[in-house]
C-alpha cells in the first residue's frame, strides 16, 4: 500500500485528463459582472404614528411618510435601491422591534461598499436617564410620555446600532424633534425644566457621527419639525422625497445625500418662514459616497460647500453673486472663481481666487485653514536669570538676553503649536563678592503649546524642554580660569501674541525651568525664569 501511494500520483500528474495547474476559461457577461460588483443599496424606513401612551397624540403623517419616501427609493427611475423595508404596525415599532429591524438591517448590509439608508418619521422627546443626564429618544409604540427613559428608544441606541452597519456609505436621517412642539412631546418635569433654560443650553442634538456617516434631521436643535396638510408629510421629508428627482446640484447624473439634503433643507426653510433650518452632521472623504437617485454618468461641476458650525449664516459669494447661505453649498462653472465668505455687512472672512475643476467637492473650510497664517518667527529680547537672590549673587545676575523664536500653530488641525527658540548673551558682571568675570550663555528651547483664539488675541502656554549653556571666565589674583556648565531643563511657559495688518504680530512669553547644576563641586536643583517680547511676521 506505501508503495502504491505514490504510483498513483505519479501517474495523475502525468495524465493529460488530471493535469493539474491549468486554467480553466470561463465565459462571463460583463453585464453580470458589473451587477455582481455593483454596491447593493439597502433601505429601512420607519413610520410610527400611534403610541399605547395616549399622552402622546397621534401623528398624520408619519406613515405615509416612510411609504412615500419607500416608493421614491424603491423607484427604478429615481432611487433604484435594491431592497427596501418598511416598518410601520404597533408591533414592529416597539422598542424591541426596532432595535431587531436595525440588526437584521446590519446582518444584510455586511459589505462596506453598501449604500444604506435608514429614515425615521415619529415624536421625539427628552427624558433623564438613571444617572441624571438628559437625553434624547425616539418615541417607540410602546412608550409611555412620564417613563421615557425606560420605555422609549434612546437615540444614543439608535445611534449604536447605526455604527454597527460595516458600510462605509450610510446614511440616517431623523424626521423628528425634541422642542417640546410639532412632532416631539416632553414629559412635565422636563418641560417645566426647558422653560426656566435659555435656548441654546443643550448640546445640540446629533452624537457624533462615526466614520463616512451622514446624520440629517428635519430640525435643528429646539426648533419644530413639523407636518403639513397641504403637502400631506412631514415638510422636511416632503422636500427630501422632492430632491430626489431635481436636487442634482452638480449635473452629474446623481443625487447624493448631501445634495438632497441642501435641496430639501432651503425649501423646508423657506415653506416655514425660517422657522425650521434642517441641520446635518457629515463626515466624508473626497465625493458624497452616498447616491440616493440616479447614477454618476459624467463628471459634475465643481462644487463648494461647508457643514462646519464656524461658517453657519455666512453667504458664499462666487465672482460677485450670491451663491448660497451656509450650511450647505453650491455648483459653479470650472475655472477661476473669486470667493467671498461673508456675513452682514462685517468685514468678509474670506476673499481669494480659487481654481476649480470638474467633479471637484471644495471644503470652504480648508479655505480658511489656507489661508489663515500658521507660522510665525520673532524677533526677541529680554531677562534671564536665576529664580532665587543666592544664585543670582554668587552664579550669575539677571543678564539681558537676545534672541529668535519660530511658531507653528495648529497641529494637525488642532489648537496647538510647536515652538521653538533660541537665545543668547555674553559680557561682564560681578558677583556679591566683588569678583569681576565675563560669561557667555546660549539657551535653546522646544516645547508644545496649547493654542486659544479670538480675533487679533492669542493666549498659548505648555511644557517645554531647554538646554543651557553657561561659560564663566576669571582673572583674580587668587584665581585664573573657566567654568562650563551644560545642562537640560524641564519647564512651562505661558504667553500672548496680539496680531495687526494680518502679517505681524506682538508677542511676549515668560519661562519658568527648573536644572541640575553642580554649583563648588555639589549638585543643586535651581529654578531660571526667562521673559521675553518679540516683534514677528506671520505667513
Given at each position: 500500500?506505501?508503495?502504491?501511494?505514490?504510483?498513483?500520483?505519479?501517474?495523475?500528474?502525468?495524465?493529460?485528463?488530471?493535469?493539474?495547474?491549468?486554467?480553466?476559461?470561463?465565459?462571463?457577461?460583463?453585464?453580470?459582472?458589473?451587477?455582481?460588483?455593483?454596491?447593493?443599496?439597502?433601505?429601512?424606513?420607519?413610520?410610527?404614528?400611534?403610541?399605547?401612551?395616549?399622552?402622546?397624540?397621534?401623528?398624520?403623517?408619519?406613515?405615509?411618510?416612510?411609504?412615500?419616501?419607500?416608493?421614491?427609493?424603491?423607484?427604478?427611475?429615481?432611487?433604484?435601491?435594491?431592497?427596501?423595508?418598511?416598518?410601520?404596525?404597533?408591533?414592529?415599532?416597539?422598542?424591541?422591534?426596532?432595535?431587531?429591524?436595525?440588526?437584521?438591517?446590519?446582518?444584510?448590509?455586511?459589505?462596506?461598499?453598501?449604500?444604506?439608508?435608514?429614515?425615521?418619521?415619529?415624536?421625539?422627546?427628552?427624558?433623564?436617564?438613571?444617572?441624571?443626564?438628559?437625553?434624547?429618544?425616539?418615541?417607540?409604540?410602546?412608550?409611555?410620555?412620564?417613563?421615557?427613559?425606560?420605555?422609549?428608544?434612546?437615540?444614543?441606541?439608535?445611534?449604536?446600532?447605526?455604527?454597527?452597519?460595516?458600510?462605509?456609505?450610510?446614511?440616517?436621517?431623523?424626521?423628528?424633534?425634541?422642542?417640546?412642539?410639532?412632532?416631539?412631546?416632553?414629559?412635565?418635569?422636563?418641560?417645566?425644566?426647558?422653560?426656566?433654560?435659555?435656548?441654546?443650553?443643550?448640546?445640540?442634538?446629533?452624537?457624533?457621527?462615526s466614520r463616512a456617516s451622514v446624520v440629517l434631521s428635519a430640525s435643528d436643535?429646539?426648533?419644530?419639525?413639523?407636518?403639513?396638510?397641504?403637502?400631506?408629510?412631514?415638510?422636511?421629508?416632503?422636500?427630501?422625497?422632492?430632491?430626489?428627482?431635481?436636487?442634482?446640484?452638480?449635473?452629474?447624473?446623481?443625487?447624493?445625500?448631501?445634495?438632497?439634503?441642501?435641496?430639501?433643507?432651503?425649501?423646508?426653510?423657506?415653506?416655514?418662514?425660517?422657522?425650521?433650518?434642517?441641520?446635518?452632521?457629515?463626515?466624508?472623504?473626497?465625493?458624497?459616497?452616498?447616491?440616493?437617485?440616479?447614477?454618476?454618468?459624467?463628471?459634475?461641476?465643481?462644487?463648494?460647500?461647508?457643514?462646519?458650525?464656524?461658517?453657519?449664516?455666512?453667504?458664499?459669494?462666487?465672482?460677485?453673486?450670491?451663491?448660497?447661505?451656509?450650511p450647505g453649498g453650491a455648483a459653479v462653472e470650472p475655472g477661476k472663481r473669486?470667493?467671498?465668505?461673508?456675513?452682514?455687512?462685517?468685514?468678509?472672512?474670506?476673499?481669494?481666487?480659487?481654481?476649480?475643476?470638474?467633479?471637484?467637492?471644495?471644503?470652504?473650510?480648508?479655505?480658511?485653514?489656507?489661508?489663515?497664517?500658521?507660522?510665525?518667527?520673532?524677533?526677541?529680547?529680554?531677562?534671564?536669570?536665576?529664580?532665587?537672590?543666592?544664585?543670582?549673587?554668587?552664579?550669575?545676575?539677571?543678564?539681558?538676553?537676545?534672541?529668535?523664536?519660530?511658531?507653528?500653530?495648529?497641529?494637525?488641525?488642532?489648537?496647538?503649536?510647536?515652538?521653538?527658540?533660541?537665545?543668547?548673551?555674553?559680557?561682564?558682571?560681578?558677583?556679591?563678592?566683588?569678583?569681576?568675570?565675563?560669561?557667555?550663555?546660549?539657551?535653546?528651547?522646544?516645547?508644545?503649546?496649547?493654542?486659544?483664539?479670538?480675533?487679533?488675541?492669542?493666549?498659548?502656554?505648555?511644557?517645554?524642554?531647554?538646554?543651557?549653556?553657561?561659560?564663566?571666565?576669571?582673572?583674580?589674583?587668587?584665581?585664573?580660569?573657566?567654568?562650563?556648565?551644560?545642562?537640560?531643563?524641564?519647564?512651562?511657559?505661558?504667553?500672548?501674541?496680539?496680531?495687526?495688518?494680518?502679517?505681524?504680530?506682538?508677542?511676549?512669553?515668560?519661562?519658568?525651568?527648573?536644572?541640575?547644576?553642580?554649583?563648588?563641586?555639589?549638585?543643586?536643583?535651581?529654578?531660571?525664569?526667562?521673559?521675553?517680547?518679540?516683534?514677528?511676521?506671520r505667513w
Open positions: 500500500m506505501n508503495r502504491a501511494v505514490p504510483m498513483l500520483l505519479l501517474l495523475a500528474c502525468a495524465s493529460p485528463a488530471l493535469e493539474k495547474g491549468g486554467l480553466v476559461k470561463l465565459k462571463v457577461e460583463q453585464a453580470k459582472l458589473d451587477d455582481a460588483y455593483r454596491p447593493r443599496r439597502f433601505a429601512l424606513l420607519i413610520g410610527i404614528e400611534r403610541t399605547e401612551d395616549v399622552g402622546f397624540r397621534p401623528l398624520r403623517y408619519a406613515v405615509k411618510d416612510a411609504r412615500d419616501f419607500a416608493a421614491a427609493l424603491k423607484d427604478p427611475t429615481q432611487g433604484h435601491f435594491d431592497d427596501v423595508t418598511v416598518v410601520t404596525s404597533a408591533e414592529q415599532t416597539t422598542r424591541a422591534g426596532l432595535l431587531g429591524a436595525v440588526a437584521a438591517l446590519a446582518r444584510k448590509a455586511n459589505r462596506a461598499d453598501d449604500v444604506v439608508v435608514l429614515y425615521v418619521s415619529a415624536h421625539g422627546t427628552l427624558a433623564r436617564d438613571e444617572r441624571g443626564v438628559l437625553k434624547r429618544y425616539l418615541v417607540t409604540s410602546d412608550a409611555r410620555i412620564e417613563q421615557a427613559a425606560q420605555t422609549a428608544l434612546s437615540m444614543e441606541a439608535l445611534e449604536a446600532g447605526f455604527k454597527e452597519l460595516t458600510s462605509h456609505r450610510r446614511l440616517l436621517v431623523l424626521a423628528t424633534c425634541h422642542s417640546g412642539n410639532g412632532k416631539s412631546l416632553l414629559p412635565r418635569e422636563v418641560e417645566a425644566e426647558l422653560a426656566t433654560l435659555k435656548a441654546g443650553f443643550y448640546a445640540p442634538p446629533l452624537e457624533e457621527a436643535w429646539g426648533e419644530t419639525a413639523r407636518e403639513d396638510e397641504s403637502l400631506e408629510n412631514d415638510i422636511y421629508t416632503h422636500f427630501l422625497i422632492e430632491a430626489l428627482q431635481g436636487g442634482d446640484r452638480n449635473l452629474d447624473g446623481a443625487v447624493t445625500a448631501t445634495e438632497a439634503h441642501d435641496f430639501a433643507r432651503r425649501r423646508t426653510y423657506a415653506f416655514t418662514g425660517g422657522r425650521q433650518r434642517p441641520s446635518a452632521e457629515i463626515l466624508e472623504v473626497g465625493a458624497d459616497p452616498i447616491v440616493l437617485s440616479g447614477s454618476v454618468r459624467r463628471s459634475g461641476n465643481p462644487e463648494l460647500f461647508s457643514y462646519s458650525p464656524r461658517l453657519d449664516g455666512f453667504a458664499l459669494k462666487v465672482d460677485g453673486d450670491t451663491k448660497a447661505e451656509l473669486k470667493i467671498e465668505l461673508l456675513k452682514g455687512g462685517a468685514e468678509p472672512l474670506f476673499v481669494g481666487q480659487v481654481d476649480v475643476e470638474a467633479g471637484e467637492r471644495l471644503d470652504l473650510e480648508s479655505l480658511l485653514t489656507r489661508a489663515e497664517p500658521r507660522r510665525a518667527v520673532s524677533l526677541t529680547a529680554g531677562a534671564f536669570g536665576f529664580a532665587d537672590a543666592v544664585s543670582r549673587g554668587t552664579l550669575l545676575p539677571a543678564v539681558a538676553m537676545v534672541g529668535a523664536a519660530f511658531r507653528w500653530e495648529r497641529l494637525f488641525d488642532a489648537p496647538l503649536a510647536l515652538q521653538a527658540g533660541v537665545s543668547g548673551s555674553f559680557g561682564s558682571s560681578t558677583l556679591l563678592t566683588n569678583a569681576p568675570f565675563r560669561y557667555q550663555l546660549l539657551t535653546a528651547d522646544v516645547g508644545v503649546d496649547y493654542l486659544w483664539r479670538r480675533r487679533w488675541l492669542q493666549v498659548f502656554g505648555g511644557p517645554q524642554v531647554a538646554g543651557l549653556w553657561l561659560s564663566r571666565s576669571f582673572s583674580l589674583e587668587s584665581y585664573v580660569g573657566a567654568q562650563n556648565v551644560i545642562t537640560v531643563m524641564p519647564g512651562l511657559s505661558l504667553g500672548a501674541a496680539v496680531v495687526f495688518l494680518e502679517h505681524f504680530e506682538v508677542s511676549a512669553r515668560a519661562r519658568m525651568m527648573l536644572a541640575v547644576m553642580s554649583v563648588d563641586g555639589d549638585s543643586k536643583a535651581l529654578g531660571f525664569f526667562a521673559a521675553y517680547a518679540g516683534v514677528g511676521y
